[in-house]
Every structure is written in structure tokens, then in C-alpha cells.
């Protein structure tokens, strides 16, 4: 999202390719192959430079799986923003992301948010189309629950393979939900219950979008609750010779759902210090993790 520019229409020029350039070469370097896009990001320019990244480096496509989103429309002129998960409009803004992109191909196409005006059967037709075209080799979705995604899959003959949802150690709604069943909490928590046990069940793999929380615990903390956190998360990446941006990474994989975070910095230090959660395996005891849970929950479990 952070790559092109500022969210107007402003062209990108060579500033903007070699801050993308910086942060896909970082991101390489960190063992990082999975580049998630969306043709809204920046009115399309995020595609757009990074489309311009692999005309410039032969060989590059093969080696990385590019993801990308659609079914929002931005604000235009007295028209307000809104979801549209029309057959038509899915199919024609796909088009628009490949010719960004100037690739043959999206590896995972994400629907990105649920559109309550969607037929299901319709939407299912334009992802079968692009399916039996080979020009998206999967499918997914992006802030659905179980029950959205099990009336879309009832339409489809392949599998969804990914939900994509906010996650981090400071947007725990997903993590809440399941222990404050049967308390006068639960009410405040607005997650789907059932969510992560429908796509555990059915292989669908859960990708954590602002996965580092803003860098609410990495410099940009406000809360006692965020500074004890903070101070845990830095001792904790001392203790392990690793950075805090791994270990909030760390925190999410450890999950036995194989929570996929999902990096949504461009600047190439801070891509870097996310490393050590491609490289290695979460190393969180069970102690450690709920030590941060509830440290960063400000109170003790019920």
C-alpha cells in the first residue's frame, strides 16, 4: 500500500520506482516472496510501479507470488465509495490490475471486502471465468467471516485458500472472541466467532494485515498497557537476538493457525527487521506468548 506515491492522482516518477525498488529488494533479501497488492492502493499506482519493478528485472515474476485485491470502488466525483463484487466489475478491475502489474497472471486474487448487495452465484462466475482463463490461479477473500465464506464456496468447484483479516497484539478481537464466550465481555467484541475454526478446518490460510499494529509497540506507544507491552517485546527480542518487529510477527505465527503476517511498511529497515519471521520459527514459549497477550490486554484473563 505504501509504495507510488500519496493517495491522489499525482503520476509516480523515478522517486517513487526506486523507494518500490528499495523495498522489494529488502524484502527479497529478507526471504520475503509474497507481495499483496490491491488495485485501489494509491489510485492504482502501487500496482503501477511495481508492474514497472518486473519489466525491469528479467526473472523476477518466477521467483515471487503476487496477490492482489478488488471489489472496492473509491469515491468518484458525486459517487461515494462502496463494495462491488459484481461479475462484471470483478472481471474488469482484474484486467486493470494485470495491465499495472504487466503480468499474465495474479497467483491469489482476494475479494476485499464483503459486498451485502453481492449474489453470490454472480460473483462465483467471474472468479470460475478468470479461473478457467488462467488468469488467477487462486482465489480468497479479505474481512469475511465463516458464514460469508461458506455461501460464496458453496458457488465455487475450487477452494478458497486464504482470509485476510486485521490481526496484531493490539487488534486481538479475533483472539478475544474465543476466551470471552459466556462473559458479560463478550459483547464488546464485534469478531465473527467460529472465523478461524471454519478456515482451520477447510485449509484456508489466515493472513493478518497490519500485523506490526501501527508500530504501537515499536516507538509509537500511548497506553500503560502499550509501554509495558513495548518493554516486554524488547526484552523479549534481546533475549533471542532477534528484533520487536519479529517478535510481534513471532506472536501471530506462533498461533496454531499458521497466521500469515502481512508487512505493510515500505521502508526497507523496517521490512529488514521483520526477517527473522521468514527465516526462522516463532521461538515463543507458551509462557512468553500469553505473557504478551495479557500484557497487552492491560488485565488478567476471566
Not at 17 to 37: M, P
Not at 72 to 92: F, H, K, W
Amino acid at each position: 500500500m505504501g509504495l507510488g506515491g500519496g493517495w491522489d492522482t499525482t503520476p509516480y516518477g523515478a522517486t517513487e520506482i526506486k523507494e518500490a525498488e528499495a523495498a522489494v529488494e529488502a524484502a527479497l533479501d529478507s526471504g520475503i516472496t509474497v507481495f499483496d497488492h490491491a488495485d485501489i492502493y494509491r489510485h492504482g499506482k502501487s500496482e503501477a510501479v511495481f508492474g514497472e519493478i518486473l519489466d525491469r528485472a528479467p526473472g523476477l515474476r518466477e521467483r515471487i507470488v503476487l496477490q492482489t485485491k478488488c471489489g472496492i470502488r473509491l469515491a468518484d466525483g458525486d459517487l461515494p465509495g462502496m463494495y462491488d463484487l459484481r461479475s462484471e466489475t470483478i472481471v474488469r478491475q482484474v484486467e486493470g490490475s494485470l495491465g499495472r502489474l504487466r503480468t499474465d497472471f495474479i497467483d491469489v486474487l482476494l475479494l476485499h471486502r464483503p459486498d451485502p448487495l453481492a449474489d453470490p452465484e454472480d460473483t462465483a462466475r467471474a472468479l470460475t471465468a478468470l479461473h478457467r482463463q488462467k488468469l488467477v490461479r487462486a482465489f480468497g477473500v479479505s474481512n469475511m467471516s465463516a458464514a460469508q465464506i461458506a455461501l460464496l464456496q458453496a458457488h465455487l468447484d475450487f477452494p478458497l485458500v486464504a482470509d485476510q483479516l486485521e490481526m496484531s497484539l493490539h487488534h486481538r478481537d479475533w483472539l478475544e472472541a474465543g476466551v470471552l464466550v459466556n462473559t458479560p465481555e463478550a459483547a464488546n467484541v464485534g469478531f465473527p466467532l467460529g472465523t478461524l475454526e471454519h478456515c482451520r478446518a477447510n485449509g484456508i490460510r489466515i493472513q493478518a494485515w497490519s500485523a506490526l499494529a501501527r508500530g504501537r509497540f515499536t516507538g509509537l506507544e500511548e497506553t500503560p498497557a502499550e509501554r509495558a507491552t513495548a518493554r516486554l517485546v524488547s526484552s523479549l527480542a534481546e533475549a533471542k537476538g532477534t528484533t520487536p518487529e519479529t517478535i510481534l510477527l513471532w506472536w501471530l505465527q506462533r498461533h496454531p493457525a499458521r497466521i500469515a503476517p502481512v508487512i505493510g511498511s515500505a521502508r526497507p529497515e523496517r521490512i529488514r527487521a521483520c526477517g527473522d519471521a521468514a527465516r526462522r520459527e516463532p521461538e515463543l514459549t507458551h509462557e512468553e506468548w500469553y505473557g504478551l497477550w495479557i500484557t497487552a490486554r492491560g488485565a488478567a484473563l476471566p
